[in-house]
């Protein structure tokens, strides 16, 4: 009856965010959404394989960083090539959280969101 398709996160830095996504996950743009007034801006990013969506938005008037509470929260992707993946995200220096017994890691977006990377 029902199927996934999409989550958000806001950002404070749209093109930084897109710079991030793009190349520590390659997830591309796939449709935008501007506000007449110039108040917002929607992006969704996908992968290229599923109907997935990753919505960024970006609001004008925010200026402080958003309240992610105790970031209990994430997104999870799974890595075709694990190792490259990790090696890719220690470069970037985004890994946040290793957890070698379970074969998985974190890395932070800009906005400081977790996005676990899990194996195939």
């Known amino acids: 009856m029902f199927q996934f398709n999409h989550f958000n996160f806001n950002v404070l830095d749209l093109e930084k965010s897109l710079k991030f996504y793009k190349e520590a996950l390659n997830l591309d743009v796939v449709r935008e959404k501007d506000s007449s007034d110039g108040s ?3 992006v969704y990013l996908g992968d290229g394989i599923t109907n997935f969506r ?3 938005t970006w609001m004008r008037d925010q200026k402080e960083p ?3 509470g105790d970031e209990e929260f994430h997104l ?5 090539d694990f190792d490259k993946a990790y090696a890719l995200h220690k470069e970037m220096g985004c890994i946040c959280f290793e957890n ?3 074969g998985i ?3 932070n977006d800009p906005d400081g969101y977790w996005i676990e ?3 195939a």
């Open 100 to 102: 070698p017994d379970m």
């Open 76 to 80: 999870a992707l799974t890595a075709k």
């Open 117 to 119: 990377i899990v194996p």
């Open 54 to 56: 990753l919505e960024l």
């Open 105 to 107: 890691y974190f890395i």
């Open 66 to 68: 958003y309240n992610l």
């Open 40 to 42: 917002f801006k929607i």
